[in-house]
């Protein structure tokens, strides 16, 4: 078995995982295929486990890697969470060897300037910084969660 390490979250998740081809691969349940198991998608895969049992998200609410149009070119972010049909939360996922630092901030803020979710989230596994969007002020505040 593939050596994984253990993140930063309230509960341990099952998963499906299989190996194939000397490839580590695991189940996402909302897109419903078998995605190779990199480090972030391990993150990714824990985030919405995460959200949907302690938030009670359905699949129906949550987009992966959506894409976005930013400067002509296209990119894909790691996980929207739709509330009422308008972006709600937008989350950036990054391998847990990866810091969050400023430049990890302001990527999820470049591609919440198409989306105009209301929160942020950039998460390695290890550490969560959640962001509230001021719409009055065009600006970003820390905050502890959110409110689904």
């Not at 309230?10 to 691969?25: A, C, G, M, T, V």
């Not at 919405?48 to 972010?77: D, G």
């Not at 929160?119 to 910084?129: A, D, E, F, P, S």
Request: aromatic share 14%; glycine share 0%; net charge positive.
């Amino acid at each position: 078995m593939v050596e994984l390490p253990i993140l930063n979250f309230p509960e341990r998740y099952s998963f499906q995982i299989k190996e194939s081809n000397s490839l580590w691969y695991i189940f996402d349940e909302v897109r419903k295929k078998w995605l190779i198991l990199t480090p972030e998608e391990w993150v990714r895969q824990h985030i919405i486990k995460y959200l949907k049992s302690l938030h009670h998200i359905s699949n129906s609410n949550i987009l992966i890697e959506k894409k976005v149009e930013i400067n002509r070119q296209t990119q894909r972010l790691d996980v929207l969470i739709i509330k009422k049909a308008v972006p709600f939360l937008l989350i950036e996922c990054k391998a847990p060897e990866i810091k969050l630092t400023k430049e990890v901030f302001e990527q999820a803020a470049r591609y919440n300037r198409e989306i105009c979710a209301k929160y942020l989230l950039i998460t390695n596994g290890l550490q969560h910084i959640y962001f509230y969007f001021d719409n009055s002020k065009w600006e970003y505040k820390v905050v502890e969660s959110f409110n689904f």
